[in-house]
C-alpha cells in the first residue's frame, strides 16, 4: 500500500477532518511508531502504527466499510421502521456511508453487531450453512439446576428446528437468579430466550459479546468502529472456505 499524508490517514478512518488533524499533528498529540509525528509525515496504512492521544487508531480495511456497534437495548437491528421505532441506523448516522447489518439482534437484547456495505459477504455469512459460534451474556430470573444446565446444553427442537447444542457456563448464582454464558452455533431467531423458556428461565438481559473471533470488548454502548485489517481477513476467510 502507498504512503499517504498523515492528515488524510486521519480523515480516511474517520476521526476528523484534515484541517483538525493538522493541529492536531502540529500540536504534538500524534505519534508514528512511537515516534512524535510532524506535518507533512506519510504513513504506510498496512505497517505504520498511528496513535492519537494515546488511542491507536485503526485503518479501515479494503474498498468496502466493515464496522461493529455496541447495540442497545430498545433498537431495532434495522435501517428503517414504519412505525418510527429506533433502529440502528441513528447510531451510525454519522459513517456517512449506507452500511447493513450481518445477522440480527432482536429489540431488547444488546451487544455486538457487525455491519456493513459489503453485501456479497454479508449474504453469505447470515446464510443457514454457517454455524458461527456466538456468545452471550445471558442475566436470568429463575432456579438453575445441573438438569437444566443438561438441557440448555444438548440438541433442542425450536419452532420445528433442532438446535446444535450449546456450551453453557454458570458465571454467577444467587437467590431468584444468575447469570450465564452461552455458546450458539446457529443463531435463530430469539434462540437463547427460547431456550431458556424450556426450562423455565426467564432472561432479564442479554448482551453477545463475541461472534467467531471477533469480540466486542470495550466498545461504548451505542458507539461503533472500523474493524481491523486482521477482522475483515477472518471474515472473508470463511466466507471463501464456503465456495
Given amino acids: 500500500m502507498e504512503k499517504i499524508r498523515l492528515q488524510k490517514y486521519f480523515t480516511e478512518c474517520k476521526i476528523m477532518s484534515r484541517r483538525a488533524a493538522e493541529a492536531e499533528i502540529d500540536a504534538g498529540k500524534v505519534t508514528v511508531n512511537g515516534i512524535v509525528a510532524k506535518l507533512g509525515d506519510k504513513v504506510d496504512p498496512a505497517n505504520d502504527v498511528v496513535h492519537y492521544k494515546g ?21 431495532l437491528t434495522s435501517m428503517s421502521d414504519d412505525h418510527g421505532r429506533k433502529c440502528v441506523s441513528e447510531l451510525v448516522s454519522d459513517l456517512g456511508s449506507r452500511v447493513y ?28 450453512r454457517h454455524h458461527i459460534n456466538k456468545i452471550y451474556n445471558v442475566s436470568f430470573r429463575g432456579d438453575i439446576t445441573s438438569e437444566k444446565l443438561e438441557i440448555l446444553r444438548a440438541p433442542m427442537k425450536i419452532d420445528g428446528y433442532t ?13 431468584g437468579g444468575g447469570k450465564l454464558k452461552m455458546t450458539i452455533h446457529e443463531g435463530r431467531n430469539r434462540q437463547i430466550r427460547k431456550m431458556c423458556e424450556q426450562v423455565e428461565l426467564s432472561v432479564s438481559r442479554l448482551c453477545r459479546v463475541q461472534i467467531g473471533e471477533i469480540r466486542l470488548g470495550g466498545l461504548s454502548l451505542g458507539k461503533w468502529k472500523h474493524l481491523d485489517r486482521s477482522q475483515v481477513k477472518y471474515l472473508k476467510s470463511i466466507k471463501n472456505n464456503t465456495k
Avoid: F
Fill in 55 to 75: 488511542k491507536l487508531l485503526e485503518y479501515p480495511a479494503g474498498e468496502h466499510i466493515y464496522i461493529m456497534l455496541h447495540k442497545p437495548r430498545g433498537y
Fill in 101 to 128: 447489518p450481518i445477522g440480527r439482534l432482536d429489540l431488547n437484547s444488546e451487544g455486538l453487531l457487525l455491519l456493513t456495505d459489503d453485501g456479497d459477504l454479508a449474504n453469505t455469512l447470515t446464510h443457514p
Fill in 163 to 175: 438446535t446444535s447444542g450449546a456450551d453453557v457456563e454458570v458465571v454467577e448464582k444467587h437467590d
